[in-house]
């Protein structure tokens, strides 16, 4: 029989019994349920709360990736312009807990002595979700019901402060600072973290010495090792910014000696190295000390820095070529920092354009930099419109080298120009070594953005001359597209057996793409033949093509020159480039504007040679506007200012024709003809003058009034074409004009036409000449509309373009299509356009006769559109806008600034529905056809 003993209770069981039967139980607001809850909210939620949260923020430490070109953030949080593009509101187990925990305490033990700690959980993880706005309102909500202890009070401000600024509400946020330090003062004991977060405030604001003296503060009574060390840093960066080096270098040396992160050690060395450079005077020695760090292996994934920083040493000393050729180190040896690498290229590109004034190789470097750098850096947008801008001098400088290449090869004997182009055109590589070269070139990382390359060698830009970029071109093509034939429809790559059979024939391996290195007759061979041929038909064998090519390298210099000027504000470099102008063209069609310039950048420099170019204006050319304005400097306001008259009095005429009151209307263009003989609008008011006397007389005093046009503005080019077309016309159907008891038979104003008008069929596309203004371009055909027809609808291309993988992502497309408008955008939906549209028409009529261009308008809420159908292709649209563009300051009666013209798919056309729409595809326009 067993024997039964009676063993004592454990008391450990006994008391879990007790909180169950508790926990069971309702709560009651009684001493013992008081304990009991504070018992378990502090151990059970608190405790382990705070525990989650230490390690999400180790967590975040070890993925944080610093910048330590700028001032680091106080704080591991992200900074506020990264969050404004990010917002993250990613669900994170950890931080969820802490969410169900701080509800817990609220919810189920109201009368613990924690719920203000447990609105501040809820407060910090909703913080570092990126909830910022409802993490401020749990600190708002603590603070003011909390208030009375001075501790949470001021913690609970330092976190709305912290909400506040990562929604960049800078504002609030330093008035609710203000509020928690006077609160500090009260409570008379300094906390690290709310003098922190002032001190980020204060960096915000660029009040970096009150920023140290928080810092130090800080430092000095901080628990957490790891912030401590963080803060020294960021406060030696503060130190060194104000120039106070004695102290930084003491404190990044701190850094150094402390169990800091690798990087920030490395950092805090390069700093120290450049300090004590700088504090004892010997330069040599930190050049030294900088490249000694490459002999530690633990400073291998550091080197391109190592070179960066060398490079930043030998630009403050001025050493300008030393300072490039360690960026280039920089970029070489960045294979996996691509921040570091861009801001080597960056810093390329600044010396190039700043220092050097080689704006053609800064237009690559600043290239590369867009390529590498990432959106959300500081000074993303202006990089990119450098770039941008800087392409205008690349174009120019291409046609420069391009036409005095082809004259160059012209001057030859017939016989040796061919041999010549070969020999000019073939790359200087073995077809064996092609593919290594171009693998060498293209990996070289040095190089900036390849697909510009071609303008980078000694100043020679045009793509022929540069026998590396012919082969890298032959290359990609066959990496791209494999062995073409020289055929149409060659991108094509289902091809019919018939196809198939041909390239079989022709020697090539159709199954995996290879022909024979040294065929004569594959497709490099051929490509290059069709160059060859391209290249000698485009030499300028004559007078006249000579002529035309002088004029567009003379026209190349003058932009050059005015970009620089104007645009880049180096008057040196336009002097330049205007001097090798009057070199090279002495007697060119821009003289006065060149002597204008030399005279204003000559000014406060050289009065000798400012003077002598002041003369030469007014000696060559005393009637132009350059001339009244050396001898009246407000001339061009003035100007101006008879210009808007001008506009304004062509306006009230034009509203005068459309109500058909013709005599007055005669009355009002005297008038402003007699006011304004010289305007450009002088023509325009003769032809509203001569309609109106073809509506009241008869015909003998219609032609007397085209012919005092086309004898007094013969150079006129909107309004003298249509005048001549009229009296052809006139000529054509002279006896049927002659019975009229008016010239003119009378017809709908709001479609003003000088013949009657019929009804219009449907044409085969008929070829627009080539104008003066274009004369070196191909001709182009425009599709002859059908008024009151409904389009249909234009089936998409089935060539799919090809994106550029560094331009950003666009709801526009460069996909060929077979309808192209100009479109004229005002930027006022509330100006009338009646008079513009007419001087559109007429310019059409008058310089398009046969093609009958229609131009519409579509009105949005704060734009108009005037748009020009239709032309069937990209190159025919480009004949026009630039036909077009040097009338449009005539034909369009409104504010310059209030209006652009631009070329548009019928796609991307029905695309434009807001302002925002068409500010976007004009960016995309600049960045894909100009």
Not at 26 to 48: C, E, F, G, H
Not at 501 to 510: E, R
Request: aromatic letters at 12%; one cysteine or more; proline letters at 4%.
């Amino acid at each position: 029989m067993k024997k039964r003993t009676n063993k004592p209770l454990n008391p450990f069981l006994f008391f879990l019994c007790l909180l169950f039967a508790f926990g069971c139980i309702t709560p009651k607001d009684t001493a013992v349920s008081r304990r009991m809850q504070n018992l378990t909210a502090r151990y059970n939620y608190i405790y382990n709360s705070n525990v989650l949260l230490t390690e999400y923020n180790e967590s975040l430490i070890q993925s944080y990736s610093d910048n330590y070109e700028k001032i680091l953030p106080v704080y591991f949080d992200p900074e506020p312009e990264v969050n404004l593009v990010l917002k993250p509101d990613v669900a994170n187990k950890q931080l969820d807990e802490v969410i169900f925990k701080g509800q817990t305490i609220i919810n189920d033990k109201s009368f613990s002595n924690y719920i203000d700690d447990a609105y501040m959980l809820l407060g910090k993880a909703n913080y570092l979700k990126g909830n910022y706005f409802i993490a401020s309102e749990y600190f708002d909500y603590t603070a003011k019901t909390y208030g009375k202890d001075l501790k949470t009070f001021i913690m609970a401000l330092n976190w709305k402060a912290r909400s506040q600024m990562e929604l960049n509400n800078m504002d609030y946020a330093n008035k609710i600072l203000d509020t928690m330090l006077r609160a500090e003062d009260e409570l008379k004991k300094d906390l690290a973290e709310p003098l922190a977060t002032t001190a980020q405030m204060r960096i915000y604001q660029k009040r970096y010495k009150e920023a140290i003296l928080l810092l130090e503060t800080a430092i000095r009574i901080a628990d957490e090792k790891q912030l401590r060390i963080r803060w020294q840093y960021i406060l030696a960066q503060l130190q060194e910014k104000e120039n106070d080096f004695q102290n930084a270098f003491i404190n990044y040396n701190k850094v150094e000696n402390s169990n800091a992160s690798f990087e920030m050690y490395f950092h805090a060395n390069l700093q120290r190295i450049k300090l004590k450079a700088l504090i004892s005077g010997y330069k040599v020695d930190e050049e030294k000390a900088l490249l000694s760090l490459l002999k530690d292996d633990k400073n291998f994934d550091y080197t391109d820095q190592i070179y960066y920083q060398v490079g930043e040493l030998f630009s403050k000393e001025g050493n300008l070529i030393k300072a490039e050729e360690n960026y280039l180190k920089s970029v070489r040896k960045s294979t996996k920092n691509q921040n570091q690498k861009a801001l080597a290229y960056l810093k390329i590109a600044d010396l190039n354009f700043k220092s050097f004034k080689n704006y053609i190789k800064a237009k690559l470097y600043y290239d590369s930099t867009v390529l590498s750098l990432p959106k959300n850096f500081p000074d993303y947008d202006n990089i990119v419109k450098k770039a941008n801008n800087l392409q205008f001098l690349t174009d120019r400088y291409t046609i420069i080298s391009k036409e005095d290449t082809l004259q160059a090869i012209a001057r030859l004997p017939e016989s040796q120009r061919e041999n010549r182009v070969r020999a000019f055109l073939t790359p200087k590589v073995s077809p064996l070594s092609t593919t290594a070269t171009t693998n060498q070139f293209l990996n070289d990382p040095n190089a900036p953005n390849q697909s510009l390359n071609s303008a980078a060698g000694s100043g020679n830009t045009f793509y022929f001359n540069n026998n590396a970029a012919i082969s890298n071109g032959f290359a990609d093509f066959k990496k791209r597209w494999g062995n073409r034939q020289l055929e149409d429809n060659w991108r094509l790559s289902v091809r019919s057996s018939a196809q198939e059979n041909n390239q079989i024939l022709a020697g090539g391996n159709v199954a995996n793409g290879i022909s024979p290195a040294n065929d004569p007759n594959g497709p490099l061979s051929n490509i290059q033949t069709a160059l060859e041929k391209q290249y000698l038909t485009s030499l300028p064998t004559t007078a006249d093509l000579i002529s035309k090519s002088n004029q567009k390298i003379i026209d190349a210099y003058f932009d050059i020159a005015s970009f620089y000027q104007q645009e880049l504000n180096d008057k040196s470099e336009a002097t330049k480039v205007y001097l090798e102008l009057l070199k090279r063209f002495p007697d060119n069609n821009h003289l006065v504007a060149v002597y204008y310039s030399l005279h204003l950048n000559y000014k406060g420099i050289d009065e000798g040679k400012s003077n002598e170019y002041r003369q030469l204006v007014l000696t060559k050319f005393p009637n132009s506007n350059f001339a009244k304005t050396i001898l009246d400097p407000s001339f061009s306001e003035k100007q101006k200012q008879l210009e808007n008259v001008a506009i304004n009095n062509y306006n009230m005429a034009f509203n005068t024709y459309l109500k058909k009151d013709y005599r007055d209307l005669v009355n009002q263009a005297n008038e402003n003809i007699k006011a304004f003989p010289n305007n450009e609008l002088a023509p325009q008011y003769a032809y509203l003058k001569a309609i109106a006397v073809g509506r009241t007389s008869k015909l003998d005093a219609l032609l007397a009034e085209f012919n005092a046009i086309t004898s007094l503005y013969p150079d006129d080019k909107i309004i003298t074409p249509l005048v001549k077309d009229h009296l052809k016309y006139i000529d054509a159907n002279l006896a049927e004009f002659k019975q009229r008891p008016v010239a003119l038979i009378d017809f709908d104003a709001n479609e003003p036409r000088f013949v009657n008008q019929v009804k219009t069929e449907i044409a085969a596309p008929k070829p627009i000449e080539k104008s003066v203004n274009a004369a070196d371009e191909p001709k182009i055909a425009v599709t002859k509309p059908v008024e009151n027809a409904v389009e249909k609808p234009v089936e998409q291309p089935t060539e799919k373009p090809v994106v550029n993988p560094t331009k950003p992502a666009s709801i526009f497309s460069t996909a060929t299509s077979d309808t192209y408008y100009y479109v004229i955008d005002v930027a006022d939906a509330t100006i009338t356009l009646s008079s513009s549209r007419f001087g559109l028409g007429q310019f059409n009529r008058g310089n398009y006769p046969d093609n009958d261009l229609v131009h519409k308008l579509i009105e949005l809420d704060n734009d108009q559109l005037i748009y020009v159908t239709s032309f069937i292709d990209l190159e025919d649209a480009k004949i026009y806008q630039e036909s077009i563009k040097g009338q449009l300051k005539n034909i369009m009666k409104v504010p310059e600034n209030l209006y652009k013209g631009f070329i548009i798919s019928k796609e991307n056309f029905d695309k434009l529905k807001d302002r925002q729409r068409i500010n976007e595809y004009l960016e995309f326009y600049k960045n894909n056809y100009q």
